[in-house]
């Protein structure tokens, strides 16, 4: 039974990622706190779920800039430095949208322009402490180590959204971006007592635009990685309806702030449970085969949470979701950073932070021109049949992913 639950050996060992642990767990649940406010503003300010994505997709050149930022400058300076300046910049734009939200004749086009700004800082610090976890844990805790992450993030978008949706209900918007501002300074005093992270100092410190192209190339000769990130891109840009759930809360069922909190909190409350019982992870001896079967599940949760008009049902569908996405996220990143080199190790994570992060700002746009041209019930449902049938077209055009054993990397071309 002890190879079943969750292994905690990293948190009891290692100094470094328990306060990485700690303090990005702190930050995720104020993050989770914009996460909702501001669709929430969009919806409450347009009364349109294609506005919501919109606003969303607007992020995306955002975030992916940064995210291959923070991937050059990353793996050539010192990660636990370049974190701890980028979550303090957050702080400052979370205060610049609880500003703009507080002002009786708020600005749309700010609160969209301080979002997408908010997503590009974070996309810088993402790659960033993804890639500091293998530096502090080892090759052989990543399994353990991710698996805790995948607990903190879970456990984060279940709190923060559920506090954001209490405190949508009895108080102002802009109080739920002062939390999340505080939050964001306890994780740069967290990193403060981390150890630097030694660099390789590969090329020039002045070649961004060079280093972003280089880890292009690597990627460009590495399959299984491809395959790696389109798989976790077809979840998100067709089966993640987030944009809809405003208009899911209010419209379809009926309800308030409270349950739109639920909406967002259910994926996470899935993950949690199957986070706790990720030890078995460690001993699967196709990782590649159990993702694609975990992105089919994932897929079919969502068609039939866009086919039940009932709370619960709907919930407990998002929940099954949740817990089919870390048995895929926590495999994807064992074999990603086991199959690459220490060179180009923040490069490619910052590649996939940008695939991660973006291809819900996708999704978005999409489940939101979907709605708006069909019904918000046909954008869910359509959304979930895409991406089982993008697993199996992804999996016979990429077949390294789907016969991909524990220890062989059938990686590269």
Same mark, same amino acid.
């Given at each position: 039974?002890?190879k079943?639950?969750?292994?905690?050996?990293?948190?009891r060992s290692?100094?470094?990622?328990?306060?990485?642990?700690?303090?990005?767990?702190?930050?995720?649940?104020?993050s /989770?706190?914009?996460?909702?406010?501001?669709?929430?503003?969009?919806y409450?300010?347009?009364?349109?779920?294609l506005?919501?994505?919109?606003?969303?997709?607007?992020?995306?050149?955002?975030?992916?800039?940064?995210?291959?930022?923070?991937?050059?400058?990353?793996?050539?300076f010192?990660?636990?430095?370049l974190?701890?300046?980028?979550?303090?910049?957050? $702080?400052?734009i979370?205060?610049g949208?609880?500003l703009?939200a507080?002002?009786?004749?708020?600005?749309?086009?700010?609160?969209?322009?301080?979002?997408?700004?908010w997503?590009?800082?974070?996309?810088?610090s993402?790659p960033l402490?993804s890639?500091?976890?293998p530096?502090? !844990?080892?090759?052989?805790?990543?399994?353990?180590a991710?698996?805790?992450?995948?607990l903190?993030? /879970?456990? %984060?978008?279940i709190?923060?959204p559920?506090?954001?949706g209490?405190?949508?209900?009895?108080?102002?918007?802009?109080?739920?971006?002062?939390?999340?501002?505080?939050t964001? !300074?306890?994780?740069?005093?967290?990193?403060?007592?981390?150890?630097?992270?030694a660099?390789?100092?590969?090329?020039s410190?002045?070649?961004?635009?060079?280093?972003?192209?280089?880890?292009?190339?690597?990627?460009?000769?590495?399959r299984?990685?491809?395959?790696?990130?389109?798989v976790?891109l077809?979840?998100?840009?067709?089966?993640?309806?987030?944009?809809?759930?405003p208009?899911?809360?209010?419209g379809?069922?009926?309800?308030?702030?409270?349950?739109?909190?639920?909406?967002?909190?259910?994926?996470?409350? %899935?993950?949690?449970?199957?986070?706790?019982?990720?030890g078995?992870l460690?001993?699967?001896?196709?990782p590649?085969?159990?993702?694609?079967?975990?992105v089919?599940?994932?897929?079919a949760a969502?068609?039939l949470f866009?086919?039940?008009h009932?709370?619960w049902?709907?919930?407990?569908?998002?929940?099954?979701?949740?817990?089919?996405?870390?048995?895929?996220?926590?495999?994807r990143?064992?074999?990603l950073?086991?199959a690459?080199?220490?060179?180009?190790?923040?490069?490619?994570?910052?590649?996939q932070?940008?695939?991660?992060?973006?291809?819900?700002r996708?999704?978005?746009a999409?489940?939101?021109?979907i709605?708006?041209?069909?019904?918000?019930?046909i954008?869910?449902?359509?959304?979930?049949?895409?991406c089982?049938?993008?697993?199996?077209?992804?999996?016979?055009?990429?077949?390294?992913?789907?016969?991909?054993?524990?220890?062989h990397?059938? $990686?590269v071309?």
């Open positions: 039974m002890a079943l639950f969750l292994d905690l050996g990293p948190l290692n100094r470094n990622f328990r306060l990485l642990y700690l303090g990005q767990f702190v930050s995720l649940v104020g /989770n706190l914009t996460l909702v406010a501001v669709p929430y503003q969009v409450r300010d347009t009364h349109s779920s506005w919501v994505g919109l606003a969303s997709l607007i992020q995306l050149p955002f975030l992916i800039f940064g995210a291959l930022a923070g991937g050059a400058y990353g793996d050539r010192d990660k636990r430095a974190f701890g300046y980028s979550t303090l910049v957050m $702080a400052a979370s205060i949208l609880a703009n507080s002002h009786n004749s708020h600005s749309l086009w700010v609160l969209i322009a301080l979002a997408a700004l997503a590009g800082v974070g996309g810088f993402g402490r890639a500091a976890i530096y502090y !844990v080892g090759q052989d805790k990543l399994p353990a991710y698996g805790l992450m995948q903190s993030i /879970n456990v %984060g978008t709190a923060g559920a506090l954001a209490f405190l949508l209900a009895l108080a102002s918007v802009s109080n739920l971006y002062y939390i999340d501002a505080l964001f !300074v306890l994780l740069a005093v967290a990193t403060v007592f981390m150890t630097p992270i660099t390789t100092k590969t090329g410190a002045h070649g961004l635009f060079r280093a972003i192209a280089n880890g292009f190339g690597y990627i460009r000769h590495h299984l990685a491809q395959a790696i990130y389109l976790d077809n979840a998100n840009f067709f089966g993640l309806p987030r944009a809809l759930f208009a899911v809360a209010l379809l069922y009926h309800a308030g702030p409270q349950v739109l909190g639920l909406l967002y909190s259910a994926p996470g409350v %899935g993950a949690v449970l199957m986070a706790l019982v990720t078995w460690q001993h699967v001896t196709r590649g085969r159990l993702i694609a079967l975990a089919i599940g994932w897929g969502m068609a866009g086919l039940v009932t709370v049902i709907g919930l407990v569908c998002l929940a099954v979701a949740g817990a089919m996405d870390v048995i895929s996220t926590v495999l990143n064992v074999l950073q086991g690459i080199t220490d060179e180009f190790r923040t490069r490619v994570s910052s590649i932070m940008a695939v991660v992060t973006g291809g819900p996708l999704g978005d999409e489940s939101g021109i709605a708006s041209l069909f019904t918000t019930e954008s869910i449902v359509s959304g979930g049949l895409a089982i049938v993008g697993v199996f077209a992804l999996t016979k055009w990429r077949p390294e992913l789907w016969r991909q054993t524990k220890d990397k059938d $990686a071309v």
